[in-house]
Antibody
Framework: QVQLVESGGGVVQPGRSLRLSCAAS????????MHWVRQAPGKGLEWVAG????????FYADSLKGRFTISRDNSKNTLYLQMNSLRAEDTAIYYC??????????????WGQGTTVIVS | QSVLTQPPSVSAAPGQKVTISCSGS????????VSWYQQLPGTAPKLLIY???KRPSGIPDRFSGSKSGTSATLGITGLQTGDEADYYC??????????????FGGGTKLTVL
């Protein structure tokens, strides 16, 4: 079945870095755009970053640009989020989500269970 | 502050109908498809509606979506207690710079009284 499994979350000190991974299975990973979305405790969904099916274009939330980097390895069916200079306000559940199509402008039809990042 | 505006909460009795609005602008809802997501307590979001008004396989026809101009609406009929959840609209904002970005509404908490 179609599945996304995030990993790499944990407790990290302010200013440090963390890399999240999202392992995809059950679909042709290299054919779909992907996103990272986060949710702070008790808050709504916040889009973080998106990447095209082939990694040729990447998009970021303005507030995160320069600190976070999205990437993918289609040979490993894995999506990544490199997070640098972490701040307390980055504390959240981080979800990876599959786009319905190869580009990022369409809805997210499959979501992972999320990985928790706590900056403290 | 979310670029897409949703009411913080709505409520209705079991069996009744409810609508949730999502207001945006010409660069987002006005230019792109809208999706709706349901998030049950303690779980990941789930796609309910895509391309403004289409339902993924397995989503009952009690859920419907529509879009007009820069606003979109989610409708739920025959409310059930299991529908109690947070609902989010989402779309793409086609900014001229940087290729655009994804956006969500602030979310609406549905209470089935």
């Amino acid at each position: 079945q179609v599945q996304l499994v995030e990993s790499g979350g944990g407790v990290v000190q302010p200013g440090r870095s963390l890399r999240l991974s999202c392992a995809a299975s059950g679909f042709t990973f290299s054919s779909y755009g992907m996103h990272w979305v986060r949710q702070a405790p008790g808050k709504g969904l916040e889009w973080v970053a998106g990447i095209l099916y082939d990694g040729s274009n990447k998009f970021y939330a303005d507030s995160l640009k320069g600190r976070f980097t999205i990437s993918r390895d289609n040979s490993k069916n894995t999506l990544y989020l490199q997070m640098n200079s972490l701040r307390a306000e980055d504390t959240a559940i981080y979800y990876c989500a599959k786009c319905r199509r190869e580009i990022t402008q369409y809805g997210m039809d499959v979501w992972g269970q999320g990985t928790t990042v706590i900056v403290s | 502050q979310s670029v897409l505006t949703q009411p913080p909460s709505v409520s209705a009795a079991p069996g009744q109908k409810v609508t949730i609005s999502c207001s945006g602008s010409s660069s987002n809802i006005g230019s792109n498809y809208v999706s709706w997501y349901q998030q049950l307590p303690g779980t990941a979001p789930k796609l309910l509606i895509y391309d403004n008004n289409k339902r993924p396989s397995g989503i009952p026809d009690r859920f419907s979506g529509s879009k007009s101009g820069t606003s979109a609406t989610l409708g739920i009929t025959g409310l059930q207690t299991g529908d109690e959840a947070d609902y989010y609209c989402g779309t793409w904002d086609s900014s001229l710079s940087a290729g655009g970005w994804g956006i969500f509404g602030g979310g609406t908490k549905l209470t089935v009284l």
